[in-house]
């Protein structure tokens, strides 16, 4: 059974550009969530989606989006990037729940650097 | 913040001997969860307690969990090089289906 697949695994964006990210979930999962994690913040949660929708949203700004498709895999898109979005962008999935008791399956990351 | 804190930071230890790393969280439990993450790489689980549990092991690793205190603790017995990683525990919220992280504690394993 295939792991999370995230692409890419590096990124080097300037300040200002867009940026979008990546993720497989295992098959027949259907939660993923993204976090973000950072040497000063730890991992933060992000967003996590299910079937298609959105059902919770970390304290984030606006330019952190993220969408889901109809066979669970996402993305999530920074937009108008700024030098602290430089982080590890963490893909992660599980069968139903995302946050109960169910253990995440997560990908190998997205290094994002912000120049 | 909701974020739970893991002490020590980081932890230096000889091949053989057992580290024990401690989280504490903030918020009533469903379950408590510990990862590891290899540098720069995503976060593999390895054990869940549940809130009604007090202690579960599985192959070298002890969790424990004391919902009095709000605090949970990681032995790693007889410990290998390979073991070197940074440890994370994570309270998981079915209500809003994401996964609070401690701060994690970095440990190294000297051959």
């Given at each position: 059974k295939a792991g999370v697949t995230q692409t890419p695994r590096y990124l080097i964006k300037t300040r200002g550009q867009q940026v979008t990210l990546s993720c497989s979930p295992i098959s027949g999962h259907r939660s993923v969530s993204w976090y973000q994690q950072t040497p000063g913040q730890g991992l933060q949660f992000l967003f996590e989606y299910f079937s298609e929708t959105q059902r919770n949203k970390g304290?984030?700004?606006?330019?952190f989006s993220g969408r889901q498709f109809s066979n669970s895999r996402s993305e999530m898109n920074v937009s108008?990037?700024?030098?602290?979005?430089s982080a590890l962008y963490l893909c992660a999935s599980s069968?139903?729940?995302?946050?109960?008791d169910e253990k995440l399956f997560f990908g190998s990351g997205t290094q994002l650097s912000v120049l | 913040s909701q974020q739970g804190e893991e002490d020590p930071q980081a932890l230096s230890i000889q091949e053989g001997e057992n580290a024990t790393m401690n989280c504490s969280y903030k918020t009533s439990i469903n379950n408590l969860q510990w990862y590891r993450q290899n540098s720069g790489r995503g976060l593999v689980h390895l054990i869940l307690i549940r809130s009604n549990e007090r202690e579960k092991h599985s192959g070298r690793l002890r969790v424990t969990l004391d919902t009095s205190k709000k605090s949970s603790s990681l032995l790693i017995t007889a410990?290998?090089?390979?073991?070197t990683a940074s440890y994370f525990c994570a309270q998981g919220d079915s209500g809003t289906y994401k996964y609070i992280f401690g701060t994690g504690t970095r440990l190294k394993v000297l051959a």
């Open positions: 304290n984030f700004p606006g330019r108008t990037l700024e030098l602290g979005d069968y139903e729940s995302g946050g109960g | 410990s290998r090089a390979a073991d």
